[in-house]
């Protein structure tokens, strides 16, 4: 079992306690969107308390119906049963790793849970390196040899990961890469879990959208949640879609059972929100929208604030993360001790007060320079802060954000100098 | 994996089908308690709706020292770094499977979930049967002799489940039998889980209640929630206190661990309404007291109902279940067909409209006549007959609880024909 508390938020409460002894931290270490619950969101949440009752275990017919309805408007056609709800989309995972046979192939950097539930559930885990041009899929360059490797070592890889768009990176993989990685998993008989959490995150309202769902239909697990797109990750709201037929009724039913074990059911005030948040309405769908848009241009000024530090930077899309690598700046950091992730996450923190996640939490090589910035608690410190910058035609000119912004700016330079 | 939905679960849901259906259905099938929210407890989870940032993984500040203070005034001492909260304690449950090393021990019948949660965790399971005093513990005479069968053919017994009071014959173990099985557990090194989530709904106030975790403190994890006490299952509510120590420190740092890639952590509304319920409040204890009244006089009618109809069955003294054996009637009943509790179950169901859960479902032998009623659903449909319920100095002599006693009566008694 994994002995130490999932890095990610380890370093979120590392930062918390920094804080409460009065360090000044910019906290780019968490993948949180940082911004208040939206109102008809709350209302929901109030007007959902009667349900104390334990409903079914996959969901109640309102919010799976909801949540079909999601993936169909997404071009994923869908049915209610086709579909269950969790706790956040991690439990979900985690019921895939303990129902699905085989091993598990990762991009390799990817989100740090990945690895640890595979592990849990007594799977090997072979990580594959991502393209140049983007995060979230492995190289189908390197895919193939991975699983032959794997397997002359006595694994059985059976499952790909792919996380679209991408959380390390903050990128989308291009339809003709998941069409690649699509055929590669028909050929070796993989199943593939595309984790779109990410999807209603995409910085240009038309930005192309290829879900591996629509490649490789029948072999292609999806999952969503609330968390990142609304800002709900306080509140554990997630969603999966199985493929549709016979093997995707019976993934279902193997994955409810592992939930009626593991937590019984999504909470009965929870369901009324997915129900409600699933659904599309006018109101969210402005609301993703203006999320998108300040999450867009917030990764894209940090993004700006690595390059011009000197390092190599793919321009992000999607999500909010950028994930900055400083190996041109390595002899220069050197001198200084700085020789992989670890040092250099721990300079930022201790020099510059600015929480990073090393890339070799994300599975990366700890020699690399590499980590992962969050940009998506930049917005302020309070709700009016975070709402001005999520209401503003420019929200970098906001004294607030420019002020984060320029402690960002500085700390990288920093690395350069 | 195991390949089915948890029988309690499963059943429930059958009897929703049922009911959609236009059949009426006495529902004893289903562990709930079937009352409404509590007001102040609806007025909390509204109150906490801001709370939409991801929190610390064991659970916010004030939720973990309200869930100390618990069990500070049940008799444990207990820091706010000694707990964890949970989206229920399943997961705690669960996540209790995946650090402890070893194999399990359970009485035989015990809750269903426990021994599909540690066949996931690749754990052996051994079933020990309770004394004919009562339910929740195994037996001491017959737990030694499991220990040494368990290591003779090669399985490594190092956690012993008690459920204090017990699901499913709603019988207190005695201190004598919880202070022999702790010397046991003593000699044999084994972990303590006791599942004490019943332990406010004794049906006596005063009722004499002794914690594995005074006997045996170094060597007892205790979980509990707000699912049963307080009718909350559907809000998902859970807490897990660690031994005192450096043992328990540590074990709490790997739960914590594991709590980070499995679920995160508790809901942020929902650590609100921990913070409150669990800081005993005196309409808490009030609402605690009138619940425990009520589900105590309807245990104790179905119990008269079994025995009349022939059945040995331990008298209820907590939690809201009876767990009848109708061995007396086994000639009578073999007459027509019914010769283990699958049948029973199911003719009780079809012939009779009372869900009940078959023995075996709870790790009983198949062929005894012994099921499960849980006696909590017999309050009522309606918020309102059910708050009458709770209100009532004689709960009996509603009409809608009289009623579904004289069903329960009829299909038992004729069980006995």
């Known amino acids: 079992m994994n002995a130490s508390m999932s890095p990610n938020l380890a370093l979120n409460e590392e930062v918390a306690r920094l804080r409460a002894e009065g360090r000044s931290v910019v906290h780019l270490g968490f993948g949180e969107s940082r911004l208040p619950a939206f109102a008809p969101l709350v209302e929901q949440l109030r007007a959902g308390a009667h349900r104390n009752a334990y409903g079914p275990v996959a969901g109640a017919p309102d919010a799976l119906a909801s949540l079909a309805g999601y993936f169909e408007r997404r071009g994923l056609p869908t049915g209610p049963h086709e579909v269950l709800l969790g706790p956040g989309s991690k439990p979900l995972l985690m019921a895939l790793n303990l ?117 490789a239909p029948d072999r292609t697990v999806v999952t969503t949640g609330l968390s990142k797109s609304l800002a709900l990750g306080g509140w554990r709201v997630g969603g999966l879609r199985v493929p549709p037929g016979a093997r995707g009724r019976d993934l279902r039913d193997r994955l409810v059972a592992v939930a009626s074990d593991l937590w019984s059911t999504l909470s009965g005030p929870m369901q009324q929100v997915a129900a409600y948040a699933f659904g599309d309405p006018p109101e969210i769908r402005q609301r993703l929208a ?26 992000p899309t999607g999500a909010f993360y950028v994930y900055p690598d400083f190996e041109p700046r390595r002899a220069a950091l050197a001198r200084r001790g700085i020789d992989g992730s670890a040092a250099l996450a721990r300079h930022l923190l201790d020099e510059r007060g600015l929480a990073v996640l090393a890339g070799h939490h994300l599975g990366d090589d700890p020699g690399a320079l590499r980590f992962k910035a969050a940009t998506s608690m930049l917005y302020g410190d309070t709700d009016e802060e975070q709402e001005a910058a999520l209401a503003a035609p420019d929200p970098l000119a906001l004294p607030h954000v420019a002020d984060a912004l320029v402690r960002v700016a500085e700390g990288f330079a920093e690395l350069g100098d």
Chains 1, 2 share one sequence.
């Open 99 to 215: 129902v699905l046979p085989g091993d598990v192939l990762l991009p390799r950097p990817s989100w740090n849970s990945y690895e640890p539930q595979a592990r849990m559930a007594g799977k090997r885990v072979y990580g594959v390196p991502i393209p140049a041009e983007c995060g979230g899929i492995p190289d189908p360059d390197a895919l193939p040899e991975t699983i032959e490797r794997a397997r002359r070592t006595g694994g059985d890889p059976r499952i790909v990961v792919l996380t679209l768009p991408d959380n390390p990176t903050g990128t989308l993989a291009t339809a003709a890469l998941v069409e690649r990685v699509c055929r590669i998993a028909e050929a070796e008989d993989l199943v593939v879990v595309s984790d779109e959490i990410y999807r209603d995150v995409m910085h240009r309202p038309d930005a192309p959208f290829l879900s591996p769902a629509e490649v």
């Open 290 to 315: 203006a999320s998108a848009r300040l999450h867009g241009a917030v990764a894209r000024a940090v993004h700006a604030a690595a390059v011009a530090a000197g390092a190599t930077c793919r321009p």
